[in-house]
């Protein structure tokens, strides 16, 4: 992979001029986070080969299914896999629809997930996202699991590995859905560094066109050339942790994976899924922005229309 050829033809692509996306969000009420007493999260420490130290845990319901769907979930910097587990909807989900959750967590101190460095951002490179591919694949031994409903979604960091997840290992997962993130390899570190901040891209002054975008994913896992997963992509006009323009760069990203022309969506519906929201589609629903007007970092989980995009 050329991550350090692709860095300089972003830089090179940098300008001012973006489309912005209307329109933006109240959250919404947060969901009952309720437990079946029995089915409880678990450290799994030997699902496999693990080259970066990631942990996983897992949470496999009472009502588990023949074949179970498996959604992996991605916790946020500072966050936990306890944390993520206790404070987003999946678990509870899980107990209504028998599926499993993963709840990968960061081994590095701050607990963001290393989206910049090479090894990261290559298919079987070794670093986190090999490391939660792994889980996967055990998740799907042990538990005869549906290699067809495979999902991952996560929050701010959680939601660049999302990206980076769908971009190094398109044929594990049907979809993913980006809770305010960055493009994968925004983060990139030309240093080399692991689990580096990358300020350029968090402020949003990254720029890319939607063809140097979809290389950098490309490049990921070069030779690919099957299935890639429906996405997502949710951010907050008024993050600023994650600059907004991070929502129509990865948008761009996508779109050009898919061939879609990203400043001429298919539908466009003001407040949807809620007030202030807009949503978007390509392709069918290939691929979905929702914008939210107002909203900072990050957008709030919506489980409910999680499992619809998912079909759950």
């Known amino acids: 992979m050329k991550l350090l050829s692709l860095a300089t033809a972003l830089l090179a692509t940098l300008t001012t001029a973006h489309p912005v996306f209307d329109d933006l969000i109240t959250p919404s009420t947060p969901l009952d986070h309720k437990r079946a007493p029995a089915a409880s999260l678990r450290h799994i420490s030997n699902f496999g080969s693990n080259p970066s130290n990631a942990k996983m845990y897992i949470y496999v319901p009472d009502n588990l299914a023949a074949?179970?769907?498996?959604?992996?979930a991605i916790h946020y910097c500072t966050g936990t896999a306890q944390a993520y587990y206790t404070n987003s909807p999946y678990a509870r989900l899980a107990d209504q629809k028998g599926f499993i959750v993963i709840?990968?967590?960061?081994?590095?101190s701050g607990t963001c997930w290393d989206v910049s460095s090479h090894a990261t951002l290559t298919h079987n490179g070794g670093g986190n996202s090999n490391s939660i591919a792994n889980m996967v694949e055990y998740t799907l031994k042990t538990y005869n699991g549906d290699a067809t409903k495979v999902f991952v979604t996560g929050s701010s960091s959680g939601a660049m590995m999302t990206?980076?997840?769908?971009?190094?290992?398109?044929a594990l997962f049907a979809a993913g859905i980006v809770y305010s993130g960055v493009p994968a390899g925004c983060f990139y570190s030309q240093a080399g560094g692991t689990n580096a901040w990358n300020s350029s891209c968090a402020n949003g002054q990254v720029?890319?066109?939607?063809?140097?975008?979809?290389?950098?994913v490309r490049d990921m896992y070069p030779g690919y050339d099957g299935a890639r997963p429906k996405m997502e992509i949710y951010h907050g006009s008024a993050d600023t942790t994650l600059n907004a323009n991070n929502y129509n760069e990865t948008i761009k990203q996508w779109a050009?994976?898919?061939?879609?022309?990203?400043?001429?969506?298919?539908?466009t519906q003001d407040?949807?899924?809620?007030?202030?929201?807009?949503?978007?589609?390509?392709?069918?629903?290939?691929?979905?922005?929702?914008?939210?007007?107002?909203?900072?970092?990050?957008?709030?989980?919506?489980?409910?229309?999680?499992?619809?995009?998912?079909?759950?």
């Not at 720029?207 to 950098?216: F, S, Y």
């Open 67 to 72: 074949s179970p769907p498996i959604i992996v």
């Open 103 to 108: 709840y990968p967590e960061s081994p590095y």
């Open 163 to 170: 990206n980076v997840m769908a971009a190094t290992y398109p």
């Open 207 to 216: 720029h890319g066109t939607p063809q140097v975008w979809a290389k950098v």
């Open 256 to 267: 050009g994976v898919f061939g879609f022309d990203y400043q001429k969506p298919d539908t």
């Open 271 to 312: 407040n949807v899924p809620q007030g202030g929201y807009t949503t978007y589609t390509w392709g069918e629903g290939k691929l979905v922005g929702v914008y939210a007007r107002g909203v900072g970092h990050s957008v709030p989980i919506r489980g409910s229309d999680d499992m619809k995009f998912f079909g759950l």
